[in-house]
């Protein structure tokens, strides 16, 4: 046998392990980002769901529970399979479908709850427009939906009068919308991508 056959024989077999464990590694990679991601999911779920055991019964009463992105509801949900179990609102928009909560038999304390579609009829938005009674219970509720927010989106950015937090498919802003006949907030939680 030729030396310098033999010597390419060994460098094609060397490469070929080489390139054999690099592939394997990728694999494994894959595999353990795969195995985890569902764990990661998991502990998102019960964060989310501790941070709305933990809210105030007001604000368990808007938001209705810890699934989807806000009142049960997901991005890309069909519009048609929207669940609400509240009257629809007396005015609709001209896109999406509205509705209204109502906290007591004043008609003062409410939130009325605004879906908003995309082109394929698909949940791409969501707003709360909540409005009560008494400025001091706005300034309530809205310590509380920062802490639960701040609980789900980590820290927000913005002033007092307006707060955005994000993550990789939401965008959430929460806006001091009231006057001083009206105290109110608006949340705004919009599907990103």
Known sequence: MNPKTSLIQKFFAFAL???????NNACQTTTDKQEA??????????????????????????????????????WGQDMSTIA?????????????KS????????????????????ENNKVKGIIL?????????????TAN??????????????????IVWKNENTQVILEDVGTPKDPGIQLVFSKIN
């Open 17 to 23: 392990i080489i390139s054999f464990l690099i592939i």
């Open 37 to 74: 991601n569902p764990n990661n999911q998991e502990s998102k779920k019960q964060a989310k769901q501790q941070a709305w055991d933990a809210s105030t019964p007001l604000l368990q009463r808007i938001t209705l529970g810890s699934e989807g992105v806000i009142r049960n509801v997901t």
């Open 84 to 96: 609400e179990k509240v009257e629809l609102s007396e005015t609709q928009p001209s896109v999406g």
């Open 99 to 118: 509705y209204t909560q109502f906290f007591d038999d004043t008609d003062l304390n409410f939130v009325d709850i605004t879906y908003l579609p995309d």
């Open 129 to 141: 427009n909540i409005f009560l009674e008494e400025q001091d219970e706005v300034l309530d509720l």
């Open 145 to 162: 939906f920062k802490e639960y927010l701040g609980s789900l989106y980590g820290n927000g950015r913005g002033n007092a009068k307006k």
